[in-house]
């Protein structure tokens, strides 16, 4: 229990977490650590998570059907997809999760920025506002002021119904902000990074476009644009979303708890590959820092081998890979 509550604390390594004062959220009269919450959304800023969130919700569910009736999909449009899947998952799960959040691993100046613009390009918020909410969720996990348990309304059917759905995307549309100052002071500090953060926006519509324009030129027609769009834009954000909110609901839910810890996380085989590595979600609870989360024999991670091969090239130094006797001390 201590070595897991050290280990939480390390990863959210800013937040040197009090605990106690969860779900507080008031200001305080007297020196102590910054509220847990700041500030609500603006209704534009509301508008836009509807947006984000919504469209490519439908147009996700809507693929297959437009796929079977007018075949409105070529070689080409599931090509871009894949890539442009691998790019912003990567960006994600390497850059936005395991370096910035968590910091597995220390990286060149120029792959730093190039992880933030392709976490960036998966549309799942600016770099700092992802970090933000993740490292909340590691300080009160499945606990008061955790952003998106699924145990926070209780046990019975209807409440884990809720839960699951609170936990999958309705936490989204909570318009209270989590406190910056608080939670990604390193990251506010950073000047190249801010960078980036501040231009989330473009990368969004970056995102959006490029695949239209690249169904343009291959085809030579608006309607190559408006596959691309459809698939490569807005059909493989929606899988993505899917993919990465399911961390936050089934693998809190479903799945083996090999390891110790202080939540309900758990590792759910079935979405290894798409989440390169991310659902194995026990043991990276169970030890946050760490590089690789599928540790055990025949564990896929994607995200891991692809932070050895930053290592290989000389772009990633000190990661922080398992060792056997660290295991051996996390097994439940
Ligand atoms: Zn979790
Ligand atoms: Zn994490």
Known sequence: MDSTTAADTAAASTTT????????????????????????RTPLQQALIYVFVLVPMVAFVAAI???????????????????????GCLGITVGYHRYFTHKSFKARPWLRVALA?????????????????????HA?????????????????????????????????????????????????????????????GWLVLLSLALPAVIGALVTQSWVGAATGFFWAGLVRMGALHHVTWSINSVCHMIGRQ?????????????????????SWHNLHHADPTC???????????????????????????????PTPARLAKLRS
């Open 117 to 137: 613009i392709s976490g960036s390009l998966a549309i799942q918020g600016s770099v700092v506002n992802w970090v933000a909410h993740h490292r909340r969720h």
């Open 17 to 40: 977490a009090n605990t106690a004062t969860a779900g507080t959220g008031a200001g305080a009269t007297t020196p102590g650590p910054e509220p847990v919450l700041d500030g609500t």
């Open 258 to 278: 090999p390891f110790t810890s202080r939540d309900r996380s758990r590792n759910f085989w079935p979405l290894a590959v798409l989440s390169m590595g991310e």
């Open 140 to 200: 009160f996990s499945d606990r008061e002021g955790d952003p998106h348990s699924p145990w926070l309304f209780g046990t019975s059917p209807v409440a884990v119904a809720r839960g699951f759905v609170h936990a999958h995307f309705g936490w989204l549309f909570d318009r209270r902000e989590t406190n910056h100052r608080r939670f990604v002071p390193d990251l506010l500090a950073d000047r190249t990074i801010m960078r980036v953060d501040r231009n989330f």
């Open 65 to 87: 059907p437009v796929a079977w009736t007018w075949g409105a999909v070529h070689w080409h449009d599931l090509g871009m997809m894949a890539g442009f899947y691998v790019v």
């Open 291 to 321: 590089a690789r989360h599928g540790v055990l024999r025949g564990q896929v991670d994607i995200s891991a081998r692809t932070i050895w091969l930053f290592e290989r090239f000389g772009w990633a130094h000190d990661v922080r890979w």
